[in-house]
């Protein structure tokens, strides 16, 4: 009834979109839209263990994803919070123009 779709698409598919991913962080001026391309680089990783391990017949891949889906909802918590104080303190969310970290 339903094909099962293979794992080499499923492996290009996370490529593409762990690039798009990727591009967005190094181009992108803002702290919040940088942080939304991270997480969509995580979710790539995630297709692509669960692919590789639909392919291998294995459970390890979603095993890594459970990990990786903990670790995701970590940062997002920590890292929306360190915005909204950067914010407070800044005025602003554009990362050429936080310079917390100078002495």
């Given at each position: 009834m339903?094909q099962?779709?293979?794992?080499g698409?499923?492996?290009v598919?996370s490529?593409?979109?762990?690039?798009i991913g990727?591009?967005g962080a190094i181009?992108?001026?803002?702290?919040i839209?940088?942080f939304?391309?991270?997480?969509l680089?995580?979710n790539?990783?995630?297709l692509a263990f669960?692919?590789?391990g639909n392919a291998?017949?294995?459970?390890?891949?979603a095993?890594?994803?459970f990990?990786?889906m903990?670790?995701?909802?970590?940062?997002?918590?920590?890292g929306?919070?360190?915005?909204?104080?950067?914010?407070?303190?800044?005025?602003?969310?554009?990362?050429?123009?936080?310079?917390?970290l100078k002495?």
């Amino acid at each position: 009834m339903f094909q099962e779709i293979p794992s080499g698409l499923c492996l290009v598919l996370s490529g593409i979109i762990f690039s798009i991913g990727a591009i967005g962080a190094i181009t992108r001026r803002n702290v919040i839209v940088i942080f939304m391309c991270i997480e969509l680089m995580l979710n790539a990783v995630n297709l692509a263990f669960i692919a590789s391990g639909n392919a291998f017949s294995s459970m390890d891949g979603a095993v890594f994803v459970f990990f990786i889906m903990t670790v995701a909802a970590v940062e997002a918590a920590v890292g929306l919070a360190i915005f909204v104080m950067v914010f407070r303190l800044q005025g602003t969310v554009n990362a050429d123009e936080v310079n917390l970290l100078k002495g």
